[in-house]
């Protein structure tokens, strides 16, 4: 059983940046492949980014290609995803989601944090 707990989640302004961090425990970290996803009021939870349990290889959601980095310290069972140039749009509860494999698909992922809030207003 991997627990995950997301932090760094807070309210900015638009084109402000932010830094997620997801801390692992109670598996073998550099097993699993990491991704965040978010979700919106209204909205279905989608993808943002994944990177592989080597950290060799990233994938992006179009929307946050070139404005987001996801990365990862196995030594530290921490995941990060870099947020800049933030947008209103998005503003959501953003997960960090495990699983052997990496996929971008959201029922892919056995395991899921609780969710960071974070909010893009003026």
């Known amino acids: 059983q991997v627990t995950l707990v997301e932090s760094g989640g807070g309210s900015v302004q638009p084109g402000g940046s932010l830094r997620l961090s997801c801390a692992a425990s109670?598996?073998?970290?550099?097993?699993?492949?990491m991704a965040w996803f978010r979700q919106a009021p209204g909205k279905e939870r989608e993808f943002v980014a994944a990177?592989?349990?080597?950290?060799?290889?990233?994938f992006y959601a179009d929307s946050c290609k070139d404005r987001f980095a996801i990365s990862r310290d196995n030594a530290k069972n921490m995941v990060f995803l870099q947020m800049n140039s933030l947008k209103p749009e998005d503003a959501a509860v953003y997960y960090c989601?495990?699983?052997?494999?990496?996929?971008?698909?959201?029922?892919?992922?056995?395991?899921w944090g609780q969710g960071t809030q974070v909010t893009v207003s003026s």
């Open positions: 109670g598996g073998i970290f550099s097993r699993y492949a």
């Open positions: 990177i592989s349990w080597s950290g060799d290889s990233t």
């Open positions: 989601a495990a699983d052997l494999g990496l996929s971008v698909i959201v029922r892919e992922y056995a395991y």
